[in-house]
């Protein structure tokens, strides 16, 4: 139990141009969701909160307008990189909260690699 | 926002041996969780250890709430258990982001 995943594993784009990357909960709900960043070697860094229907909630440096993130159903949220750019380039992670059982554990998608040319 | 100092960085074993990773935290947490990140990106959950002592095999882990610190402990170490160790507290539960130490890289020689 407890499954995230992320589509796509990996994803190739050129600089202006936008993508958008999916994390579902396949056997649960979850009512919140968090999203992450890796760059190579380092750790990962809280990017934003996203709450089913309503606002995400973006940690202090993070552009909310350069990631939009959607949650808008209790299986799906998504994240948006507007007009990539080189320095965007990354390891994006997913992590989802089951709101029953253990509910303060989070379980995490296997992961985004962005690659802007 | 919470701080989390992880010990030590890098940790080489040889093959059959055991390793203590210890975090430490600057304040109260209320979810703290151990992963291992495996060659693709992959965070594997290990433990989710507030408080108190859990085993899962040759894994077993200890936090120490009221002292901010959580140890890992890897016996008969295997090389398949190289790789990333992270820890990762969060101070509100279940709606707060988790913060992560920046790691401990473990090689086990055969």
């Known amino acids: 139990g407890a499954v995230v995943s992320q589509h796509p594993s990996w994803v190739i784009c050129k600089s202006g141009t936008s993508v958008k990357i999916e994390c579902r909960s396949l056997?649960?709900?979850?009512?919140?969701m968090f999203w992450y960043r890796q760059f190579p070697k380092q750790s990962l860094m809280l990017m934003a909160t996203?709450?089913?229907?309503?606002?995400?909630?973006?940690e202090q440096g993070v552009e909310k307008d350069k990631f939009l993130i959607n949650h808008a159903s209790l299986t799906l949220s998504t994240l948006t990189v507007t007009s990539a750019h080189p320095e965007d380039s990354s390891f994006y992670i997913c992590s989802a909260t089951t709101p029953s059982g253990r509910a303060l554990e989070q379980y995490f998608g296997p992961g985004t690699r962005l690659t802007v040319t | 926002g919470i701080q989390v100092e992880q010990s030590p960085p890098d940790l080489i074993l040889q093959e059959g041996a055991n390793s203590t990773l210890r975090c430490n935290f600057s304040?109260?947490?209320?979810?703290l969780q151990w992963f291992h990140q495996n060659p693709w990106g992959q965070l594997i959950n290990l433990f989710y250890?507030?408080?108190g002592t859990k085993q899962n095999g040759r894994l077993s882990a200890t936090t120490v709430a009221t002292e901010r610190y959580s140890l890992l402990y890897i016996s008969s170490s295997q090389t398949t258990d190289s790789g990333v160790y992270f820890c990762?507290?969060?101070?509100?539960?279940?709606?707060?982001?988790?913060?992560f130490g920046k790691g401990t890289h473990l090689i086990i020689q055969p």
């Open positions: 996203s709450n089913e229907g309503s606002k995400a909630t973006y």
């Open positions: 990762a507290g969060g101070g509100r539960g279940g709606a707060d982001g988790l913060t």
């Open positions: 250890i507030p408080s």
């Open positions: 304040d109260s947490v209320n979810n």
């Open positions: 056997d649960f709900q979850a009512t919140t």
